[in-house]
């Protein structure tokens, strides 16, 4: 196995470790970008930026965008004079959004945060029109 697909996976092993460590999204993601796989990578910042809020993967984002993965040219815009803002009415944000959510509601899931889930859920459909991305409905007592 080659180093570069070690790397691969004892990082995406600890994302799957520590699912809310926003330091295995930007690894992870740096190796998506490295292996030319730039719409993965977005995918990866993105739901890093759901589960931890860390606004450096936020600016990591942008960056991936600004270097050519935004094709569209609508990716982002200007937010006060000095920063930039994704557009979630954009084509590829808007599919790179609902499919890292889609990721981060199943974390939320897996560790057993319906709650979260579905906050992350509704937020996220709403503001970037996700057709199809929920969390399912907790079972009733007695059914799991």
């Known amino acids: 196995m080659s180093d570069a697909r070690q ?3 004892a990082t995406a092993r600890a994302v799957d470790v520590d699912p809310l460590n926003a330091d295995g999204y930007r690894r992870l993601a740096a190796l998506l970008a490295a292996r030319g796989q730039n719409d993965d ?4 910042l993105i739901q890093g930026i759901l589960l931890t809020s860390d606004m450096g993967l ?6 991936l965008y600004a ?5 569209e040219h609508c990716a982002t815009r200007a937010q006060g004079q000095y920063s930039a803002a994704m557009n979630p009415a954009c084509g590829i944000v808007r599919r790179h959004s ?3 959510l889609a990721k981060a509601v199943d974390v939320y899931l897996k560790v057993h945060d319906q709650a979260q889930a579905e906050r ?8 970037f029109g996700c057709v199809g991305v929920s969390a399912p409905s907790p079972a009733p ?4």
């Not at 936020?58 to 960056?63: H, T, V």
């Not at 270097?67 to 094709?71: A, E, F, H, I, Q």
Request: charged share 20%; glycine share 10%; hydrophobic share 40%.
């Open 67 to 71: 270097r050519g993965l935004d094709t």
């Open 41 to 44: 990578a977005a995918i990866t």
């Open 120 to 127: 992350l859920s509704a937020l996220v459909s709403q503001g």
């Open 141 to 144: 007592a007695g059914q799991n």
């Open 7 to 9: 790397a691969y996976e």
């Open 58 to 63: 936020r600016q990591e984002l942008l960056d």
């Open 98 to 100: 609902c499919a890292a």
